[in-house]
Structure formats: structure tokens, C-alpha cells
């Protein structure tokens, strides 16, 4: 039988299939059933510098002003359901779930700017979690802001969390970069022990008839796997990081490509969101069927083996194969 195990930013995982950021993380029991069917390891949800900051400025109020102006600030916050929730709450129920599970928990924090919220990192650390996934969620949206100020401002959010943890971090991003392997690397040099590759981006739409802008969270299918393949494998062993592949896993065999580009681990939200936890051990004994069928000792061995590494001109790769996608048409 092949060896299912992985490393996953210095964590020993039994097999390379983690339950991604979700709600499943929010309560107890369906993180319990995530751990029972099998996953490695789980990310948490995201707590957000938007709630961290909040929940300081309400206190604030509260000690300047009395706490009937703290009463009438929280009843003018927007309700973000579970992202409503404030910090120490959220700290609460990752002590709960790392207590409840047998597999590593993964805290998220969901920040964009350098600044004391940053702190949390080291108070999710305290909280039990064995490592931090840092969520770049940014849309640059300002014609004065550059890509290098952006890019300076995440890495200095990167740098401060670094020295603020001793557990290991990995960064989840975007694929919007202008220069994606240079700020990859700029990223590990400033602490990132792994890139978590991609973030989806949230895409409203618009009603015609009300003329509202709807949200619209669709969730996943197979072909959105091929943007962080294709990355992945450009990055693997020219940016020295661990890769997590996430953004359209639903199967073995997705799963497989991901290992075969260099991720070390795949993280999966879509799939068990609709389909239910029960997809953990059929996937998982999928991809051990694929692995004895095809002779494979272990995921390890194939790790990477698609990627870019031995290609000496990525970009000159990537047009010549364009070229030949559309004249294949
Ligand atoms: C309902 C929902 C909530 C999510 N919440 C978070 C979150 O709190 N933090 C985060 O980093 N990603 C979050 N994600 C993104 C997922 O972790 C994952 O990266 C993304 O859905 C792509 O993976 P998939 O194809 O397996 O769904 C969320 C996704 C969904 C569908």
C-alpha cells in the first residue's frame, strides 16, 4: 500500500487532503466529523482585522464615553454572521476545536495592513494552533496605489506576524500579482514558510430587475483547479516554500495533479460543502487505489514531478504551449 503521508509546513499530516477555511470549522461537531472521516489537518475559518479592530474601538468608546454609546455603536455594526463575531470568541472556539480533534488545527487571520492587530497571531498561537494561514484578501482598487506599495504592504504584514509567532506560517494569496514568483519569493524571505495558492476572489453580480448588487458565492467545480496547477508548478522548486493547492479540488484525481505539480497538501472546502464529510475516505481511497494501481510507493515520490523545475524559460514554455492550445482548436 502507498504511503499517504506528507509534510506540510514542518507538520507530519497522515495524507495530503485538509479540510480549507470554511464554515465546518465553526462548530464543533462538524470539525469533529471532518477529523473522524479522515482529513489531516484543518484551517480554521478566518478571524478578519476588520473584526480585531472593532472589537478595540468599541472598546474604547466603552471606557471613554459610558457603555450606553458602546450599546448604541455595536447596534450600528453591520452583521457579518459568523464574521461578526468578536476576536476572544473566536480564540475561544480554537482552543475547542483543537482540543476536540486529533488532527493539527490551522488559525487564519484575514488582514491586509501592518498595524496592533497583528497581535492576534501570537494569541491564535497561544490558543493551541499548531500553525497560522495569513489570508491576503485585497482588491487594489485605488488608481494612486502601485503594485510595489501593495506588495510592500503585504510583506510588511508578513515580516510583523513573523516576529510575533514562533509556530510555522503560510500565506494564502491571490493569483492578481503582477509578478507573481518574485513577490512569491519576497514573501518566504520575509517569514512565509508556505503559500497557500489561490484565494477566490468574491464576484457580485447584478440584479437587472432591482438593480441591486447581488452576492454571489458559487462554489467550486474541477476546472477551477487548473489555475494554482499551473502555478504551482511554475513556483515548485524555484521559490523554496511549501505549497497547499486550494481552489478546485473535488476528487482523487484533482488531488493527484496537485501533488504531481508540488503542492504537499490540497485543501478542499467546495466539495465537502456540498457534497458532506462522507468525501473525505472516498477520496482518500481513491487516490491509495490510483497510487497501488500505478505502482507509486508513496505521494511523496510524485511530488513535483509535473512541475516546471527542469524547464529552463517557464514564460517561453507558457507561449509556445498558448500557441499551440489555439491552433489545436
Ligand atoms: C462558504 C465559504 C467560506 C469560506 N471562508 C473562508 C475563510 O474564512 N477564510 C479563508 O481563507 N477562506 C475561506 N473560504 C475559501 C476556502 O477556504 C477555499 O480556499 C476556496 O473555497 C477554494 O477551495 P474549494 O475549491 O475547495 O472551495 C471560504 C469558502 C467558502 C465556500
Same mark, same amino acid.
Given at each position: 500500500m502507498a504511503d499517504l503521508s506528507t509534510t506540510y509546513l514542518g507538520l507530519k499530516l497522515k495524507n495530503p487532503l485538509v479540510a480549507s477555511a &470554511?464554515?465546518? &470549522?465553526?462548530q464543533l461537531e462538524t470539525a469533529r466529523q471532518l477529523d473522524q472521516a479522515g482529513v489531516s489537518a484543518i484551517v480554521m475559518y478566518s478571524l478578519f482585522e476588520e473584526q480585531i479592530i472593532q472589537d478595540s474601538l468599541k472598546l474604547h468608546r466603552d471606557l471613554e464615553r459610558g457603555s450606553y454609546v458602546y450599546a448604541e455603536a455595536l447596534g450600528q455594526l453591520p452583521d457579518y454572521g459568523m464574521y461578526s463575531i468578536g476576536p476572544e470568541t473566536y480564540l475561544d472556539h480554537l482552543r475547542r476545536v483543537k482540543q476536540s480533534v486529533s488532527v493539527p488545527v490551522i488559525g487564519s487571520l484575514n488582514g491586509v495592513s501592518a498595524g496592533g492587530w497583528v497581535e492576534y497571531a501570537r494569541k491564535i498561537e497561544d490558543a493551541g494552533a499548531d500553525a497560522l494561514e495569513l489570508n491576503l484578501y485585497d482588491l487594489a482598487t485605488d488608481v494612486e496605489l502601485t503594485s510595489t506599495e501593495l506588495e510592500e504592504r503585504h510583506i510588511e504584514v508578513v515580516e510583523q506576524i513573523r516576529k510575533g509567532i514562533t509556530i510555522p506560517l503560510a500565506v494564502k494569496l491571490s493569483p492578481?500579482?503582477?509578478?507573481l514568483p518574485n513577490f512569491a519569493r519576497r514573501l518566504v524571505e520575509a517569514g512565509a514558510d508556505g503559500l497557500a495558492l489561490f484565494n477566490r476572489f468574491y464576484q457580485p453580480d447584478f440584479d437587472?430587475?432591482?438593480l441591486e448588487v447581488v452576492p454571489n458565492l458559487v462554489l467550486t467545480n474541477s476546472d477551477e483547479l487548473r489555475l494554482p496547477l499551473r502555478w504551482i508548478a511554475i513556483l515548485y522548486g524555484r521559490v523554496k516554500a511549501d505549497y497547499a493547492l486550494t481552489s478546485g479540488v473535488h476528487t482523487a484525481e484533482d488531488l493527484l495533479k496537485a501533488l504531481m505539480a508540488g503542492a504537499s497538501v490540497t485543501m478542499v472546502a467546495s466539495e465537502l460543502l456540498k457534497?458532506?464529510?462522507?468525501?473525505v475516505p472516498q477520496i482518500l481511497a481513491d487516490l491509495q487505489t490510483w497510487l497501488d494501481e500505478h505502482e507509486y510507493e508513496s505521494v511523496r515520490q510524485m511530488?513535483? &514531478?509535473?512541475?516546471?523545475?527542469?524547464?529552463?524559460d517557464p514564460g517561453m514554455f507558457e507561449r509556445a504551449n498558448y500557441m499551440k492550445v489555439l491552433s489545436s482548436y
Open positions: &470554511s464554515p465546518l &470549522s465553526k492578481f500579482y503582477t509578478a437587472l430587475e432591482t457534497n458532506g464529510t462522507g468525501r511530488k513535483g &514531478s509535473m512541475s516546471q523545475q527542469a524547464v529552463a
